[in-house]
């Protein structure tokens, strides 16, 4: 299958973290799957869908917005990943294969969010929403 836009980005390598979470969490019991495994998951997959998503709309406003929202999948993955550590459902080796992929991807996420256009200015902001209420 041939790659689309953003599987050639590198901070949509946020797959391979996602992938690590599905091996770690398809070996919990069934409890532990259904509470924190779900979200856990949920939450790894949605910080790639969000970038592809972004992409897709081919926007860069709706872009930048994506990327917003995948940063706060990556931040919500970093507290399912805290309370299953705290619920000792983590080994210490899984936490450090895990720990470089939260390393790269926050600053990568960021980056990427600067590089997107020009972030809008407060004037053309509060013109936008006057010229919607009209």
Do not use: C
């Not at 790894?44 to 992409?55: K, M, Q, T």
């Not at 994506?66 to 899984?94: C, D, M, Y």
């Amino acid at each position: 299958m041939e790659r689309t836009n953003f599987e050639k980005l590198r901070v949509y390598r946020s797959e391979k973290l996602a992938d690590a979470l599905w091996g770690i969490v398809i070996g919990w019991s069934y409890f532990e799957r259904d509470t924190i495994g779900k979200q856990l998951v949920r939450a790894g997959d949605s910080i790639g869908a969000n970038i592809a998503e972004g992409i897709g709309r081919g926007r860069f406003l709706d872009n930048r917005r994506f990327v917003r929202i995948a940063r706060g999948s990556l931040n919500e993955t970093k507290h399912w990943l805290r309370r299953a550590h705290k619920r000792g459902l983590l080994t210490p080796e899984q936490v450090s294969g895990l720990k470089p992929n939260f390393e790269q991807l926050a600053p990568m996420l960021n980056a990427y969010l600067n590089s997107i256009g020009p972030p809008p200015s407060r004037a053309s902001v509060k013109s936008n929403k006057a010229s919607a209420r009209e």
